[in-house]
């Protein structure tokens, strides 16, 4: 009895800074994938969603004060609401099925299927080019006609930048008796402008 259960300030200042700091950062991330600029790594973008999300929880869970004092904290305190829903539906997501959607990679290219969605057409994946820290989507242009395989039925991929804008890429595919799909499958994937 008469202590002050509230946390120092210096803490509750740190963990807003954080916070509002991941908060821009993704919005930065989210800006740059509309011009084709994505951060590298696979589920880059998911992770610093739920690290936006961790650093959110931990200020809120540490400030004692009312939620309701000033429109920025009510502000915040929505926003955090939201991105904890969010957060989550990603973490079943992300730990449901982590590798069904990445087909390869490797230190410069990755194949992933970004069409996550129950209504999600069937098309190949999407190639990733890496770069330092970032990377950019390549999309395919040829496949049209080209039957729908997971990343089970590939054997083995070859890449072949022909370009600056474009990679050729060969799908060594395995047979099966019930969908016979070719052996080999060449599709040109080419960079958005």
């Known amino acids: 009895m008469g202590q002050n259960n509230h946390p120092k300030p210096g803490w509750l200042k740190f963990f807003l800074s954080i916070h509002i700091i991941m908060i821009i950062l993704y919005v930065i991330v989210l800006v740059a994938s509309e011009h084709n600029y994505y951060l590298r790594g696979y589920r880059s973008t998911s992770i610093l969603f739920l690290l ?7 200020f809120w869970l540490l400030d004692r004060r009312e939620v309701f004092g000033s429109y920025f904290r009510t502000a915040l305190f929505v926003v955090s609401l939201i991105f904890m829903a969010c957060s ?7 730990t449901h099925d982590y590798d069904k959607q990445l087909f390869y990679e490797d230190e410069k290219y990755r194949m992933e299927n970004t069409d996550r969605g129950i209504m999600a057409t069937c098309h190949l994946p999407d190639l990733f080019v890496k770069h330092f820290l970032y990377e950019r989507k390549y999309t395919a242009v040829n496949e049209v006609g080209v039957a729908c395989f997971g990343k089970e039925d590939v ?6 930048q022909t370009s600056e804008h474009e990679v050729v890429v060969n799908y060594y595919l395995l047979n099966t008796e019930i969908d016979p799909l070719p052996e080999m499958l060449t599709i040109v994937y080419k960079k958005p402008k």
Do not use: W, Y
């Open 88 to 94: 989550g539906i990603l973490v079943v997501e992300v």
């Open 155 to 160: 054997k083995k991929f070859r890449m072949q």
């Open 52 to 58: 936006m999300t961790l650093t959110g929880v931990i």
